[in-house]
């Protein structure tokens, strides 16, 4: 996020905590993105945010077939997100998030579920930083970890908020920036652990008897371009999640957690850092599923804020992000 | 650059752990009975008149050149036997019953989908004479699979009865017996071998999967050879043991065929004219009637399901334990109970949902009659039954739900009782909402039966298999889609229905 370098003022604490609960009460939701940029994070900075987001979709793909179904009318999505990440240095960054979701159905009687849904923890390793006379070049690994924290049913798709997996994701991640433009490139793979239902046996293109379900992993492609200069992000994104193996839904059957996903999404996202409060950025995007496969063709918007604070007494920084000049 | 490594050889750590999962069903031990039941021949049958019903030639001698080639198929099976090859012995060696009914369960489970909607908002019917084009036959729904389960583990007990008749008659010793060269890969048996009970189960499944699942054929076929093959190889049987079985089967189980296509389910999908009798005898009575809650409206499902042929009484016993009215929907009870509905769904627990999802065996699943053959299933396999003690109890078990059903069905329409979400739109479900009238609860209703013919079965189980039924029976009150009177009643008549299979069984002459 700090796209530019940001220095608090070391004023008061209380006027700190006052911009922080205006960020957390105030204003708009939205979500952060930071395991999927290139943005560092300075040793001891601390941005902190809160989202927003809805999805949805009135049509989803059965199998490769695409329908409607009128017993669920628009099957919408919300979240509210917290985000936090946090500076160790200046070439590794902690980020962290919780979402509480709702998922709810204009039509048909199933009820919507809703909770908090799954924690996830980032390391984010900032490895190469080269600097050519055109442009600069910046390498990333990152390694995180997804898990429920909370008991949610996975046995309700579409209306479970969850799959219920525990996730070890492993990215690496390049970035260019030449002037005002960049291009971000990432590959991850998802590790995902196998899960549990409430009953004993289940089918999928075979029958199984047990409450535990193989889960197959998935892997995840994401390219994002555009303008970052100063207070300012604008880029276009796009990616695609694949799961390595999974079973269709059956001709008007129900999703079930382990079935084959995939879903291309192309999407626009925003970013400003406000200059009358140092430190406060808004952002905001949106994107579409123009391919998919047993999941919904959603069309998903987003917005929020995050506050940037330094606890160091100075900054003792000479690195700068990848996107700063 | 080193510590990128180890932040990517993190998720690599985990990336070798081991996802495959433990199935129940494949831990199975081999069957091995703890009593041959060799006077099976005895028992009293669903239809056959008289064991030997059906004629089985007496075996050929078990000497000479074409027994010696039989016992020589054995060797030579034996000889190339791969790691495969002995997996399919050890996983049919758990059972022939048992694993035809896991199949049995695997294609209601594939097959419970209801089919979708036309364009024109009406919707397509199955058509068991082109199974494979789309609405698929069947949609192998609960009264379908309670059906599907009653026939196919009725034909193979009456198959197995005549099956031990003749091994009896014939006392014909397994190969490893006659010939001790042959080396048994399964436990050895005092029963004499011929015909084969694994073939007979296989005849009679040939012949029940043509008329249950008409477009599975290339899939049975290959199981059936499957299943033989494994016989011979771990000399259980030699090949004429097999052939004689597989006849036998073939020709019990057309007798049920014929049964199946008199016995008034061809007839039970009814119509919307059929429908519309129910819904204005509803209205002249005074009641809200019934109506589909699915957009487009969904035709009830098999609405004339309640006039299906009973196995364990008759149609003059039906109308005798039909349960009695419903609360009326002005009535004070009737507003306490949809209050009730209400508040669990208003805010359900985590728990209620646990169960309500444990018992709901809906859409895409083998339905509460395949829930409570598994529920079976693992407790015969710690008894350890002979085959033909299986089929009898699998029989006795599913000729009662296939009752239950029917029981169900006739009171569902004949109330025509409107769901609780039809009363109050506020009651969302957390599980499926099912397409036909409420009352009686189909799965109190079943769960009761085989709760009464298991306990009476697995008698030191009894009291769990009770508890069980009342968790299935209150399931539904969880899940938002039935009153306490639907429950109640179901499970009453339930009862009352599995005690018909359980005199059944006083009397057939297995014991216990």
Redesign the interface.
């Known amino acids: 996020m700090n796209y530019k370098l940001i220095q608090i003022p070391n004023k008061s604490t209380v006027l700190r905590w006052f911009y922080l609960c205006m960020v957390i009460l105030g204003c708009t939701p939205g979500i952060a993105q930071s395991d999927q940029d290139a943005l560092m994070m300075k040793k001891n900075e601390f941005c902190t945010g809160l989202m927003y987001q809805q999805s949805n979709w009135d049509q989803y793909w059965e199998g490769t077939l695409k329908?409607e179904n009128?017993?669920i009318g628009t099957m919408k999505t919300q979240m509210v997100g917290y985000m936090g990440m946090y500076g160790i240095t200046n070439k590794?960054n902690v980020f962290a998030s919780l979402p509480w979701v709702k998922t709810s159905s204009s039509?048909?009687?199933?009820?919507?579920q809703e909770g908090i849904q799954d924690v996830s923890l980032w390391?984010k390793?900032w490895?190469?930083d080269k600097k050519g006379e055109k442009g600069r070049f910046g390498?990333?690994?990152?390694?995180g970890v997804s898990l429920p924290v909370s008991?949610y049913?996975i046995?309700?798709l579409p209306y479970s908020i969850g799959l219920g997996t525990t996730n070890?994701?492993?990215r690496?991640m390049a970035d260019y920036q030449r002037g005002k433009w960049f291009a971000t490139g990432s590959m991850t793979?998802v590790?995902r652990s196998?899960v549990e239902?409430?009953?004993?046996?289940?089918?999928t293109s075979?029958?199984?008897?047990?409450n535990?379900?193989?889960?197959p992993?998935a892997t995840q492609w994401m390219v994002r371009a555009g303008y970052r200069y100063k207070n300012w992000i604008a880029e276009a994104v796009a990616d695609n999640w694949t799961t390595q193996g999974g079973h269709d839904i059956?001709?008007?059957?129900?999703p079930?957690v382990s079935n084959r996903m995939e879903a291309t999404r192309l999407g626009a996202n925003l970013k400003w850092e406000d200059g009358l409060v140092k430190g406060l950025s808004f952002l905001g995007g949106g994107n579409y599923t123009p391919e998919g496969r047993n999941m919904g063709q959603a069309t998903t918007i987003y917005g929020g804020v995050v506050y940037l604070f330094n606890f160091s007494k100075k900054s003792t920084s000479k690195t700068d992000s990848p996107s700063s000049k | 650059m080193k510590n990128l490594l180890y932040i990517l050889l993190i998720p690599a750590l985990f990336a070798g752990c081991n996802k495959d999962v433990d199935d129940v069903s494949l831990a199975y031990p081999v069957l091995q009975p703890t009593k041959t039941d060799a006077n099976a021949g005895t028992w009293k049958t669903m239809l056959l008149t008289t064991p030997d019903q059906i004629a089985v030639a007496a075996p050929t001698a078990a000497t000479g050149p074409d027994y010696t080639a039989q016992i020589n198929e054995i060797k030579s099976l034996q000889a190339q036997l791969d790691d495969d090859g002995r997996g399919q012995i050890n996983y049919w060696g758990a059972g022939a019953v048992l694993r035809w009914n896991e199949i049995t369960r695997e294609l209601i489970a594939k097959y419970n989908l209801p089919p979708v909607n036309n364009p024109d908002g009406t919707y397509p019917v199955p058509d068991a004479n082109n199974p494979l084009s789309y609405p698929f036959f069947p949609f192998a729904n609960p009264p379908y699979a309670s059906r599907a389960y009653a026939y196919v583990s009725a034909a193979c007990y009456d198959a197995l009865v005549a099956c031990y008749h003749y091994k009896k008659l014939y006392n014909r010793p397994a190969p490893y017996v006659v010939n001790t060269t042959v080396n048994p890969l399964l436990p050895k048996t005092d029963l004499p071998s011929y015909p084969s009970e694994d073939a007979t189960v296989a005849g009679v499944m040939w012949e029940m999967m043509k008329l249950l699942f008409p477009g599975e054929q290339a899939a049975i076929q290959a199981k059936i050879n499957a299943h033989l093959q494994a016989r011979i190889a771990s000399g259980a049987n030699v090949r004429s043991d097999i052939e004689a079985g597989y006849a036998l089967g073939r020709a019990v189980a057309n007798l049920f065929v014929a049964r199946a296509r008199t016995d008034r389910a061809g007839t039970a999908g009814g119509s919307l004219t059929i429908q519309k009798q129910f819904e204005d005898a509803a209205i002249a009575r005074g009641e809200t009637p019934w109506i589909s809650q699915e957009n487009p409206k969904r035709p009830g499902m098999l609405m004339l399901f309640g006039r299906v042929k009973t196995w364990n009484f008759d149609s003059a016993t039906l109308l005798s334990i039909r349960p009695p009215a419903p609360p009326a929907t002005g009535s004070e009870k009737f507003k306490k109970e949809l209050e009730e509905v209400y508040q669990y769904a208003k805010n359900p627990s985590r728990d209620q949902i646990r169960i309500a999802q444990y018992w709901a065996d809906g859409v895409g699943t083998y339905t509460p009659p395949g829930h409570w053959n598994a529920i079976a299933s693992d407790e015969f396999v710690k008894l350890g039954l002979s085959e033909v003690r299986w089929a009898r109890n699998l029989a006795l078990l599913n000729t009662a739900m296939e009752d239950a059903a029917v029981a169900c069905w006739d009171a569902k329409y004949l109330y025509f009782s409107p769901r609780p979400y039809q009363m109050d739109n506020r009651i969302k479900t957390v599980v499926g909402l099912p397409n036909f009238p409420s009352y009686t609860s189909g799965h109190s209703t079943f769960s009761g039966a085989a709760a009464t013919v298991l306990g009476y079965l697995v008698k030191n189980k009894s009291a769990d298999f009770e508890a069980m039924a009342l968790e299935a029976s209150i399931s539904r009150m969880y899940g938002a889609i039935h009153y306490r009177s639907d429950c109640e009643a179901g499970m009453a008549c339930g009862k009352r229905v599995g005690g018909f299979a359980v005199t059944r069984a006083q009397n057939d002459g297995a014991g216990d």
């Open positions: 329908r009128l017993n590794l039509a048909g009687q199933w009820k919507g390391l390793y490895a190469v390498l990333f690994g990152l390694a008991d049913t046995d309700m070890f994701n492993a690496i793979y590790r196998n239902l409430d009953r004993t046996a289940y089918y075979g029958m199984h008897y047990t535990e379900i193989k889960m992993d059956t001709r008007n059957n129900m079930f």
